[in-house]
């Protein structure tokens, strides 16, 4: 049974960092691109960030871009998410996801397992 599990999340003032990670269990990362996702309230899940197998890509919406960070450890079969500089927009519950194969993808309907998703809120 594939399993994503999120963890870091938390509430933390505006221009804080975050970590967050997602680590899998039931299958191996290396072969799979991944992604993040988040959802504000009354908001549709949204892409945030994606990276390919080996890390070698990335892409990042608008927003994020020079403050989040996407990474991975495919020897930890785990993925990560830093984020700095956060502002009080970036609040919402925050979704990792794993794509069926190896390169990058943007849409939520790309991906195959999503986790449980983590709450990131920034106050100001």
């Known amino acids: 049974q594939v399993q994503l599990v999120e963890s870091g999340g938390g509430l933390v003032q505006a221009g804080d960092s975050l970590r967050l990670s997602c680590t899998a269990s039931?299958?191996?990362?290396?072969?799979?691109?991944m992604g993040w996702f988040r959802q504000a309230p009354g908001k549709e899940r949204a892409f945030v960030a994606a990276?390919?197998?080996?890390?070698?890509?990335?892409n990042y919406t608008d927003s994020v871009k020079g403050r989040f960070t996407i990474f991975r450890d495919n020897l930890k079969n785990s993925m990560y998410l830093q984020m700095n500089s956060l502002k009080p927009e970036d609040t919402a519950v925050y979704y990792c996801?794993?794509?069926?194969?190896?390169?990058?993808?943007?849409?939520?309907?790309?991906?195959?397992?999503w986790g449980q998703g983590t709450q990131v809120t920034v106050s100001s």
């Open positions: 996801a794993t794509a069926p194969d190896y390169d990058l993808k943007l849409k939520p309907s790309e991906f195959q397992y």
């Open positions: 990276i390919d197998w080996n890390g070698g890509a990335t």
């Open positions: 039931g299958m191996a990362l290396i072969t799979k691109g």
